[in-house]
Nanobody
Framework: QVHLVESGGGLVQPGGSLRLSCTAF????????MGWYRQAPGNQRELVAQ???????NYADSVKGRFTISRDNAKNTVTLQMNSLKPGDTAVYYC??????????WGQGTQVTVSS
């Protein structure tokens, strides 16, 4: 059984910053890719950023230059530093972990609201 526990969401003004963290708990945590997705009301869930086991990253065009994803393989933790936040970044953010064996897990989601 694997659990992904997220933290760090909240309310921030436009131009502000937030830091999201996600830690995977369980046994045999051989994770290939960890990432963050988001879903705004009425929209489909979309990829924000992901990082593989070797540190290679991939970002949505809308967040390039503003968001930074990082990973600590020893702690099974992925972090998303979000700077220069815009109202359009408002969404529920979900952590995702894809295992080498093929399994895929999601966190429960954390709300990020960017508003003045």
């Amino acid at each position: 059984q694997v659990h992904l526990v997220e933290s760090g969401g909240g309310l921030v003004q436009p131009g502000g910053s937030l830091r999201l963290s996600c830690t995977a708990f369980g046994s045999h945590l051989n994770i290939k890719v960890m990432g963050w997705y988001r879903q705004a009301p009425g929209n489909q869930r979309e990829l924000v950023a992901q990082i593989n086991w070797s540190g290679s990253t991939n970002y949505a065009d809308s967040v390039k230059g503003r968001f930074t994803i990082s990973r600590d393989n020893a702690k099974n933790t992925v972090t998303l530093q979000m700077n220069s936040l815009k109202p359009g970044d408002t969404a529920v953010y979900y952590c995702n972990a894809e295992f080498f064996a093929g399994a895929n897990y999601w966190g429960q989601g954390t709300q990020v609201t960017v508003s003045s």
